[in-house]
């Protein structure tokens, strides 16, 4: 028993480490390619270097969003919860560790399998994002009174299923995000992003790109994303270091000036940003071209489903755009939650920015300036009213002071709470069956492509043309 958990230990380790599973599936294309030795080792390499690169930039941008968060809540005097998948996690880590490893890997094992077998061919490759959704159903299938191997089998049965579907449902709003780059959506937030693209769709209109809006000769250095970066987030962090006050800030800056201290992090938040954009080119750049190894001799039709700073590239400007709009639905939401008489769900900025900035890449695929002015604040209500209402459910559990940010595990916990709550093990069944025909229906009708919702012959065809 020992040597299987620690094998298990072992594994999960690899698995919720992005970088190595990405690494991974290059190392496989590539070989499956018979690619020369030297090939693979730099194809292999690029992808981890790339998403480690990636995920520096990130660390960078949630530490300096921290005293950001910080400062906002004492200067606004703003007491409640902020939603944090990390924190979950870490509570319910002690309680279900096991059966979140064991949901962990039979979910990923299932996820090539179904990609294999089923029209949805998309592999999930965001390693950590399984991790906190193992987290999620071991905890919310457990209170519902499963246990043992019944607990794992259903828990990893639906993490494998969602990786493959989830990825569908958006695929023809993803398409438009990449213009052509065989990728998809692998990021748990993405029915925020789907709902800002549709409401993208109805309110503007895509040729109006955020990219192309037209600034005068001598706002020209706007168009330097880094530069509008730092520019937008110093305004940020100075405004809320003056609303908090310099005696609060200096406890923040280790004797630094307060408003030097608050320049610097919007400066240093533009670097982490930089740094993104950075790994995300090289793991495009190797990530791709390894993959149709895998798409042409392992899971015919194959398409990687990557993080969502990995779409931060197509649409820069959005990013910013995105980022303000969702914390500006993610306060609005807040004060109708008070006034509501509910727990009151403080914006984080860590979901708004890397949630909201995609939604707003999104929306601006769909409805240019507008559908990302929009949608990204359509992203930020739901963001903050979905949280609040996966608290109590969380809260039996013991959870009462935190709640997943990112829509996909707020709905999704939902959605299995109050099936168990209300019909106990029937209504757990009802959705594993209504899962189960989802996966396995579409293999029994016409579509126009091999992989659901994604190009069709023609577009292939005409992106061959393009590419030649």
Same mark, same amino acid.
């Given at each position: ?52 690169? #990636? ?9 300096? !969003? ?112 990449? &213009? ?33 809006? &037209? ?36 406890? #923040? ?32 750049? &190797? ?93 930020? !209500? ?25 829509? &996909? ?22 959705? #594993?069956?209504?899962? !189960? ?32």
């Amino acid at each position: 028993m020992e040597l299987l958990t620690g094998t298990l230990e072992f594994l999960k380790d690899i698995l919720s480490e992005p970088a190595l599973l990405i690494g991974l599936m290059s190392l496989v294309g590539l070989v499956a390619l018979k690619s020369p030795g030297h090939k693979i080792l730099t194809g292999t390499l690029g992808p981890i270097l790339g998403y480690l690169m #990636l995920s520096a930039g990130a660390a960078f941008i949630v530490e300096n !969003l921290a005293p950001l968060g910080l400062m906002i809540e004492h200067g606004f005097n703003i007491q409640g919860v902020v939603p944090n998948n990390e924190a979950v996690v870490a509570a319910a880590q002690e309680l279900l560790g096991v059966e979140t490893m064991s949901i962990l890997v039979l979910g990923l094992v299932l996820n090539i399998v179904i990609a294999r077998f089923t029209k949805y061919k998309y592999v999930f490759l965001t390693g950590h994002h399984s991790f906190f959704m193992a987290c999620l159903l071991s905890a919310v299938l457990g209170a519902t009174g499963l246990e043992g191997a019944q607990l794992i089998i259903i828990g990893g049965f639906l993490l494998g299923a969602w990786s493959a579907i989830s990825p569908a449902i958006g695929q023809k709003y993803t398409l438009k995000v990449t &213009d052509g780059d065989e990728v998809a959506m692998g990021h748990f937030g993405s029915l925020g992003y789907y709902l800002s693209a549709w409401v993208g769709s109805k309110v503007g209109n895509p040729s109006d790109n955020t990219e192309n809006i &037209d600034i005068p000769e001598k706002w020209s250095f706007l168009r330097n994303t880094t530069i509008a970066t730092a520019i937008t987030m110093i305004f940020f962090y100075v405004i809320s270091a003056i609303v908090a006050g310099p005696e609060f800030v200096s406890t #923040l800056s280790n004797g630094t000036s307060p408003l030097l201290f608050a320049a610097m992090a919007g400066l240093k938040f533009a670097v982490g940003v930089a740094i993104v954009y950075a790994g995300v080119r090289m793991i495009l750049a &190797d990530l791709i071209p390894a993959f149709q190894g895998i798409a042409t001799k392992i899971i015919p039709n194959a398409v990687p489903a990557v993080d969502c700073a990995v779409f931060f590239t197509y649409a820069q400007t959005a990013v910013i755009i995105g980022f303000v709009c969702s914390f500006i639905g993610g306060v609005i939401g807040m004060v109708v939650l008070g006034f509501a008489g509910g727990v009151l769900i403080i914006p984080g900025l860590v979901p708004h920015f890397f949630c909201g900035a995609t939604a707003g890449i999104y929306g601006n695929a769909t409805g240019g300036r507008k559908g990302a002015i929009i949608g990204s604040f359509v992203n930020g !209500l739901a963001i903050t009213f979905l949280p609040a209402m996966l608290l109590p459910v969380l809260g039996e559990l013991g959870f009462a002071n935190t709640t997943f940010g990112d829509f &996909d595990f707020t709905v999704l916990g939902i959605l299995i709470g109050q099936a168990g709550n209300a019909l106990n093990m029937a209504g757990i069944y009802a959705i #594993l069956l209504i899962v !189960l025909l989802a996966l396995v229906i579409p293999n029994f009708v016409k579509t126009k492509s091999a992989a659901l919702n994604n190009y069709t012959t023609e577009d292939e065809d005409n992106r061959k043309v393009r590419g030649a």
